[in-house]
């Protein structure tokens, strides 16, 4: 009797250790030692993981930007103004996270991914950490499909592959912005996703972009992600991360994304501040030394997946602001050496007319040109030369100096060069109008006409090219091929619209 009492004292004895031990859960927990500023210094966080996400009273979120001996650095993730100095948080094992995926289009959000938009919330089961190791050389594929951005001045000298990283940079209001928003405008119908991140923009100049992509029907197919002027610091530095987070999510399901940063000076400033208020010790104009590996390590995350891991890519256009055309400061440099060409916009030219204002000679693609059309590339080979020729011969009719017939000739042609490049704002050009305007003018057909003729046999050939049947004949093989058909019969279709100005 007393054997079978002990054996069931056993019995219960085990079960209630086995459910006591269910009930156990380790929680590391520190102590709050100061805070302001969004930034909050903890004490007792041992087991913290870089980037980790910390939970604080009042339901504030924070996440692990430091980690030192006694203490975490913390940047916090909502209203700052509600932890003081004692309150106590826990770890979550969690890296920090945002939504992404096809709920995600269409819609304004936050670093956080939090909708801005009053459109109700977003419905996803995706998630993805704003921090990824970028993709590495043996996952990515050769870049050799053209990212299409219907300005004729980019797509014939600077051209951009799907999966290349192309800065834009000049001074304040010169259109980079512009550049940039024309290249998601004219992604319409391509099958191309659009990350449009505003990092310390105008709250009303990101409405009004939003409302202009609502007009041209190209919110369907991007995001929008914006921390505010307005904004603290933490959320203009986590804004393109989150938003190159989200572009991964698609180019992983095999498709091709266009992500714009605007602008990467500002999420550089942001960055400083952070470390700033967190002791780093400052470098060059107070950047922390780091503020390389900063872009960097963003802008290895765009690149083109090869065929085995479904061929995606994402085209990063960051975007820099200088001060007076000087693209020797300290962060322009940075960038410059990261991507893989830039464009480079001249106040002078814009102010001079000359719209878009991009300089030729100081606008570079380093890989655009092995995804370029095979029929641009052969129409577009002389109309750097020409533009050069023209800058050079320009400076020289300025002091009066006779020039021969055959200077002359080139001054002509290059002045006919500069006005075919012109465009105006949110005025885009399909690729097979843009070919044939180009052949016209590298082939002497524009020669004999003034320049108001020339704009006018540039509209002729648009509207050809849809409406007469040579013309149709022309654009179906350049859409097919991206070669030049037979110049006898561009010759004649060309020679057919002359009569007609």
């Known amino acids: 009797m007393s054997k079978i009492k002990v054996q069931e004292m056993t019995e219960i004895i085990k079960k209630q250790i086995q459910s006591y031990e269910q009930d156990v859960k380790l929680e590391n927990i520190g102590k709050v030692l100061s805070v302001g500023d969004g930034i909050a210094i903890v004490y007792g966080l041992q087991q913290a993981m870089m980037g980790e996400l910390l939970e604080f009273p009042h339901d504030v979120k924070g996440l692990v930007f430091n980690l030192e001996s006694h203490s975490v650095g913390v940047i ?64 990515r594929g050769s870049i050799n499909r053209s990212m299409e951005t219907g300005i004729k001045v980019i797509d014939a000298l600077v051209p951009i592959g799907r999966g290349q990283r192309e800065l834009i940079i000049g001074d304040r209001q010169t259109g980079k912005t512009t550049l940039a928003v024309d290249t998601i405008i004219n992604q319409k119908g391509k099958d191309v996703i659009c990350i449009y991140v505003a990092i310390g923009q105008k709250e009303s100049s990101v409405t009004t972009l939003v409302q202009l992509l609502k007009e041209k029907q190209a919110m369907d197919y991007t995001i929008v992600v914006t921390a505010g002027a307005s904004k603290e610091g933490t959320l203009l530095y986590l804004a393109p991360f989150a938003g190159v987070a989200m572009g991964e999510y698609f180019m992983e399901q095999g498709k091709d994304v266009l992500i714009v940063y605007d602008d990467l000076s500002k999420h550089a400033v942001a960055y400083r501040e952070l470390s700033l208020l967190l002791r780093r010790p400052p470098g060059r104009e107070a950047y922390p030394g780091d503020v390389f590996y ?37 962060i322009s440099t940075n960038v410059i050496s990261i991507t893989d060409g830039q464009i480079f916009l001249e106040a002078e030219l814009f102010y001079s007319g000359i719209r878009p204002a991009i300089n030729a000679g100081l606008s570079v693609s380093r890989v655009g040109g092995a995804a370029q059309w095979k029929a ?29 017939a055959n200077a002359k000739r080139r001054l002509e042609r290059g002045r006919k060069t500069v006005e075919i490049l012109k465009q105006d ?46 013309g149709m004949k022309i654009y179906d093989e350049l859409i097919e091929k991206q070669a030049l058909p037979d110049s006898k019969i561009i010759d004649q279709f060309i020679q057919n619209l002359k009569r007609m100005i």
């Open 425 to 470: 704002v949110h005025e885009l050009i399909e690729m097979p109008t843009q070919i044939i305007t180009i052949y016209a003018l590298s082939n002497g057909h524009m020669d004999d006409l003034n320049l108001e003729q020339v704009k006018l046999l540039e509209s002729e050939i648009d509207q050809g090219l849809k409406m007469n049947e040579l």
């Open 76 to 139: 916090l993730l909502g209203n700052a103004d509600l932890i003081k100095e004692g309150d106590l948080v826990k770890t979550t094992k969690r890296i920090f996270e945002v939504p992404v995926g096809e709920a995600l289009l269409g819609r304004v959000v936050n670093p956080l991914g939090e909708p801005l938009d009053a459109l109700g919330a977003i419905h996803t089961d995706h998630f993805l950490p704003v921090e990824r190791r970028a993709q590495g050389v043996m996952q």
């Open 376 to 404: 641009m590339k052969k129409v577009a080979g002389t109309v750097r030369i020409n533009l050069a020729n023209y800058r050079e011969l320009e400076s020289f009719a300025q002091f009066g100096s006779d020039l021969d």
């Open 294 to 330: 900063l872009h960097s390590r963003l802008l290895e995350r765009s690149a083109r997946l090869n065929d085995s891991l479904g061929g995606g890519s994402i085209t990063a256009l960051p975007i820099i602001e200088t001060k007076a055309g000087d693209i020797s400061a300290y």
